[in-house]
């Protein structure tokens, strides 16, 4: 890792402090920077303060990049996270695109101040009928429908 990289990696844990300190949720921070190597996204994790569990800090950095760019995908950047990324935003990421990630701490480490994900990553893989949340699947021919109208939609913007 070159001294620019460990500068960008360095400015997301800078974030994860600025968040802890001012109360808005956990220790985690995030920036999206292009391969012109500018930051255009930063966060760090406001759960607690927006009341939104979504609001982690890599998917506040990788909507307000998005948003610069005026893009869906981030092609081109790499995402610095002050920890390895919980699933959800490990999905965010790759649905965004971005051709590298680096992170600070592991999710071990998360989990010794009590950010444990790991039931999460336990469930992808149990049946539906076991899982901690009631899983249901219903009107499947109901939707299909839909998704056959998209499959032939003349305008849409695949992504």
């Known amino acids: 890792m070159n001294s620019k990289e460990l500068k960008f990696l360095q400015e997301a844990i800078n974030l994860a402090k600025k968040g802890m300190e001012s109360n808005?949720?956990?220790?985690f921070g995030a920036i999206?920077?292009?391969?012109?190597?500018?930051i255009i996204g930063r966060g760090y994790n406001q759960v607690?303060?927006?009341?939104?569990?979504?609001?982690h800090a890599e998917i506040v950095a990788i909507r307000q990049a998005c948003k610069k760019i005026n893009s869906f995908q981030l092609t081109?950047?790499?995402?610095?996270?002050?920890?390895?990324?919980?699933?959800?935003?490990?999905?965010?990421i790759y649905w965004a695109r971005p051709d590298k990630?680096?992170?600070?701490?592991?999710?071990?480490?998360?989990?010794?101040?009590?950010f444990d994900d790991q039931f999460i990553y336990d469930e992808i893989n149990v049946q539906y009928s076991k899982r901690k949340i009631i899983t249901q699947n219903a009107l499947r021919d109901k939707g299909w429908e839909v998704m056959k109208e998209w499959r032939v939609?003349?305008?849409?913007?695949?992504?």
């Open 24 to 27: 808005s949720g956990g220790p």
């Open 32 to 38: 999206v920077v292009d391969e012109a190597g500018t």
């Open 48 to 55: 607690t303060a927006t009341k939104d569990p979504t609001a």
């Open 76 to 92: 081109g950047c790499t995402i610095f996270a002050s920890c390895e990324p919980c699933p959800m935003c490990l999905g965010a």
């Open 101 to 114: 990630l680096i992170y600070a701490n592991t999710r071990e480490d998360a989990a010794l101040i009590g």
């Open 153 to 159: 939609k003349n305008d849409r913007e695949d992504y």
